[in-house]
């Protein structure tokens, strides 16, 4: 048989011409248009063939190479057997021809087949940190609620029963579906085409052979972790079904801002208010550290906004342990004049330095009005 003159097309034709032509003579030869006539049902099958082969590229190309004989070599044939034309279904409850041959056109669909293993899905959680605790880093306690191994089934999703007669199929071993004027026969799923039921699905987890638990879970926070940093946990996720791999649990770290420390890298930037007195003599100023109060030495003649850089007095680094800086950035505040004996020491003050803080401002704008 030529099955490209069943079909009608060329042999260049596209997958998409193909599967037109098929549709098309389908619908002519269905039963449910030519109710008792053998030659249309025999024509159908022969379509139904023509088309499974020129619409799988490997068994079109060996059968364009060597002809039917080469196409169907180790390969699974399709036709009418097992179908049967004298039952007659009309309705909603009538499929059509395609939807006749889906599940056998489409049996090597590359779907997980049933029974193979499946990696358990990954959870997700989050966990807010103090800004302390974060830098510190430590042993942190949560709950999670995942999916685990069924305790009635082990897991498996099916009990051993007493062998009885499967109330499924009555004990012939196949189911049988209706569909057009043909019933299509398969073996049935619960005893697995014995006709015996040797086992029952699982009634705690109905089959699926997980269940869901709650339980607390301690977790190791390295130190000096950053704001949504996540954690790997590994096998902590929904188990895998089959045997399969469990998932892992991905716990994202929130940590809160600091009331006075900001965060660059692994260097903490602090800003300290400094008296005027301590920035023009110079002095010894305390600042806050995480480990507690550090010594700064303030040169004379300090002004606002310098900064100053205390050596590993920083974050420890999550990645190698080495410890960041501390930068100070200083901040001139002005007294608050309650008396007249501090105004008058101003005032003094000033006459005897009479440097203009301004010279560079009124030398800039100077050289801007000569231009």
Known sequence: MDFYLILGVDRGATPAEIKRAYKRLARKYHPDINPGDRMAAAQLRHIAEAYETLSDPERRRRYDAGGQAAATDGSATYGFEGFDFSVSVSGASAPTFGDLFADVLHQRDGRRP?????????????????FEDAMRGGQRQMTVTRQEHCRTCKGIGRLHVAESRCPQCHGSGSVKSARGHMVFSKPCAPCGGTGRLRQMRCPTCGGQQVETRTEPLTINVPAGLGDLTRIRVGGKGHVGRNGGQNGDLYVTIHVQPHSMF???????????????????????IEVPSLEGPARLRVPPGTQSGQRFRLRERGIASPRDGRRGDLVVEVRLVLPKLLDERSKELLREFGKINREDVRRDLINHNERVRSL
């Open 114 to 130: 049933d029974g193979a293993p499946e990696r358990g899905a990954d959870l997700h959680q989050t966990i807010s940190l103090s």
């Open 262 to 284: 900001r965060r660059e890298g692994d260097d903490l930037h602090i800003v300290v208010p400094v008296a005027v007195h301590e920035a023009a003599l110079g002095s010894k």
